[in-house]
């Protein structure tokens, strides 16, 4: 996120201070607090929320801006494929591993369609647990992702990687497609340069 | 089927769980030994791995039949999920920067084909 600027009364900038409490992130670690203890009375949920304020106030976050409605089928879509594809990836690391193939890698660059830095990290964090990328770069300017692919004879192999990740990409999109910008607001996304 | 019957089919499960899990980890093991290069091995490291984990995980959930735990083990799953992208994410980038690569096992490679821009990689 790039800090949001405050212009001062006599024309100096400084960087916008954000409200350290968040309800979302505060019900969260909430949550985390009981599932630590692993129960649930009225005394240690006092406390998770004391621990919460606590910690939110000593390591104030910015607000992430999700940009995204939620659309719920698609959404479980996304998720069951995405643990299909995890045992996938394992199945395929595990036959590289015990075959004593020689192998030959890529490093394909995918550039998303979106603009959200949101979507972005998502795509970019669940192409590392899906069969054969861990991402090595991602630049952000142009919202391109390099990953390296596991496995890949030639170059056709690595247009098929790119699609499987551009296909990935619209599921995610499918299940979190981005809010149209309230007109009021100037648009913050940047254009490829 | 009985409650015994129930409580017998759950173990054997957990007990499938957790052996294919450990079974997992020892192929990430034997693959951060045997893969070329550190990219490779960064494969290793984090698919089966987090498989296994969230296999052992599982089969604990089955075998312990405690609801106050299962909080606990979901919150490993997503924890190891999450930290695993970022760390492969960090060293591999790392690497790649030093130029600790392997050009010889890549046979498409567009990070390092790309014309140098005036923007440093990774800038915001």
Same mark, same amino acid.
């Given at each position: 996120?790039?800090?949001?600027?405050?212009?001062?009364?006599?024309?100096?900038?400084?960087?916008?201070?954000?409200?350290?409490?968040?309800?979302? &992130?505060? +019900?969260? =670690? @909430? !949550?985390?607090? /009981?599932? *630590?203890?692993?129960? %649930?009375?009225?005394?240690?949920?006092?406390?998770?929320?004391?621990?919460?304020?606590?910690?939110?106030?000593?390591?104030?976050?910015?607000?992430?801006?999700?940009?995204?409605?939620?659309? &719920?089928? +698609?959404? =479980? @879509? !996304?998720?069951? /494929?995405? *643990?299909?594809?995890? %045992?996938?990836?394992?199945?395929?690391?595990?036959?590289?591993?015990?075959?004593?193939?020689?192998?030959?890698?890529?490093?394909?660059?995918?550039?998303?369609?979106?603009?959200?830095?949101?979507?972005?990290?998502?795509?970019?964090?669940?192409?590392?647990?899906?069969?054969?990328? %861990?991402?090595?770069?991602?630049?952000?300017?142009?919202?391109?992702?390099?990953?390296?692919?596991?496995?890949?004879?030639?170059?056709?192999?690595?247009?098929?990687?790119?699609?499987?990740?551009?296909?990935?990409?619209?599921?995610?999109?499918?299940?979190?497609?981005?809010?149209?910008?309230?007109?009021?607001?100037?648009?913050?996304?940047?254009?490829?340069? | 089927?009985?409650?015994?019957?129930?409580?017998?089919?759950?173990?054997?499960?957990?007990?499938?769980?957790?052996?294919?899990?450990?079974?997992?980890?020892?192929?990430?093991?034997?693959?951060?030994?045997?893969?070329?290069?550190?990219?490779?091995?960064?494969?290793?490291?984090?698919?089966?791995?987090?498989?296994?984990?969230?296999?052992?995980?599982?089969?604990?959930?089955?075998?312990?039949?405690?609801?106050?735990?299962?909080?606990?083990?979901?919150?490993?799953?997503?924890?190891?999920?999450?930290?695993?992208?970022?760390?492969?994410?960090?060293?591999?980038?790392?690497?790649?920067?030093?130029?600790?690569?392997?050009?010889?096992?890549?046979?498409?490679?567009?990070?390092?084909?790309?014309?140098?821009?005036?923007?440093?990689?990774?800038?915001?």
């Amino acid at each position: 996120m790039s800090p949001v600027v405050r212009t001062r009364r006599d024309g100096t900038t400084r960087s916008a201070r954000y409200r350290a409490l968040q309800p979302v &992130p505060l +019900a969260w =670690l @909430v !949550l985390v607090w /009981l599932a *630590l203890w692993g129960e %649930v009375t009225p005394l240690l949920l006092a406390g998770g929320v004391l621990v919460a304020v606590l910690v939110s106030l000593a390591f104030p976050l910015p607000p992430i801006d999700l940009g995204s409605r939620v659309r &719920p089928v +698609a959404l =479980l @879509v !996304l998720i069951g /494929l995405f *643990l299909v594809d995890v %045992v996938r990836a394992s199945v395929q690391v595990a036959r590289v591993v015990l075959a004593r193939r020689h192998v030959t890698n890529a490093v394909v660059a995918v550039d998303l369609e979106t603009s959200s830095d949101f979507i972005t990290t998502l795509v970019a964090s669940m192409l590392s647990l899906v069969p054969g990328s %861990v991402v090595v770069e991602a630049r952000r300017s142009t919202h391109t992702l390099y990953l390296h692919v596991l496995d890949v004879a030639d170059e056709a192999g690595a247009e098929e990687f790119r699609r499987t990740a551009l296909a990935l990409e619209q599921r995610v999109l499918r299940a979190l497609p981005p809010r149209p910008a309230p007109p009021s607001t100037p648009s913050t996304t940047q254009e490829p340069t | 089927m009985s409650r015994t019957g129930w409580t017998t089919v759950a173990d054997v499960l957990a007990a499938g769980c957790i052996l294919l899990g450990a079974l997992l980890a020892l192929v990430a093991a034997i693959g951060v030994l045997r893969m070329p290069d550190l990219l490779s091995r960064m494969h290793a490291a984090t698919k089966p791995q987090v498989l296994g984990t969230v296999l052992v995980m599982t089969g604990v959930a089955l075998r312990l039949r405690d609801p106050s735990v299962v909080g606990l083990l979901i919150l490993v799953v997503l924890l190891q999920m999450a930290t695993s992208v970022v760390s492969s994410h960090m060293v591999g980038r790392a690497s790649f920067r030093a130029g600790q690569v392997r050009h010889d096992l890549l046979v498409v490679d567009e990070l390092s084909d790309e014309p140098v821009r005036d923007e440093p990689r990774g800038a915001p």
